[in-house]
């Protein structure tokens, strides 16, 4: 598909997504996960777009991203006081988490291509690495005790270039270093996976925290 043409229905989708999102007047689940699912799709858009269209490298889309989810936490944590999850019960907080998110999803994108592609490690590598690094706030929330909002999103930005390098692990030919694997095929799979999850997630609500566990 035209790349242009490309980005604006991903932009018209995330719009709609996000419309219905701040619509609802609380949390559900498959409200929410079709807005995660429409700000990665978009992300991921933003983050090719630069590199493919643009012709801006990965190492500076990188650095770019990097520095608007930076600013970001800045500007949110002076405006909140708080970068927790739980915190956000108003528009402005909803508003600068789901940029924030946007924020993780470009960047994470630009990463793993920039790990995979421009320092050549290859995307079996670079899933490896981000797998362990996954680990990293784990350990650090468990063991360390870390501040659980600095491992919350520690974790969350390191989701974006993790799948992406298993999915194109998979879906890449193996002249690119993949298993070749038809990507409508690979697509096809996570998303039946993530609706099979959050059909889980709307039936048993072990999603939902009560007041009391939240504060």
Do not use: K
Request: charged content about 10%.
């Amino acid at each position: 598909m035209n790349p242009y043409l490309a980005v604006t229905l991903g932009g018209v989708a995330l719009m709609a997504a996000l419309a219905v999102q701040f619509a609802a007047r609380r949390y559900v689940a498959w409200i929410y996960w079709v807005t995660v699912t429409m700000v990665a799709v978009f992300g991921t858009m933003a983050a090719d777009a630069a590199h493919i269209v643009l012709g801006i490298p990965y190492t500076v889309t990188s650095a770019a991203f990097a520095i608007a989810l930076a600013a970001l936490f800045v500007v949110w944590y002076r405006s909140e006081g708080t970068l927790s999850i739980h915190s956000i019960n108003t528009r402005r907080c909803e508003f600068f988490y789901w940029a924030t998110v946007m924020a993780t999803f470009a960047l994470g994108t630009a990463t793993g291509d920039m790990t995979a592609n421009t320092l050549r490690l290859g995307y079996l590598a670079s899933g490896v690495m981000f797998a362990l690094l996954f680990a990293v706030p784990l350990i650090g929330g468990r063991l360390l005790r870390w501040n659980g909002v600095f491992s919350f999103w520690f974790a969350y930005v390191l989701t974006r270039p993790l799948g992406a390098s298993f999915a194109d692990w998979f879906g890449m030919p193996p002249v690119a270093g993949g298993l070749g694997i038809n990507r409508a095929i690979v697509s096809g799979v996570l998303t039946a996976f993530i609706v099979a999850l959050v059909a889980y997630l709307s039936l048993r609500r072990n999603d939902i925290q009560s007041e009391v566990a939240a504060d």
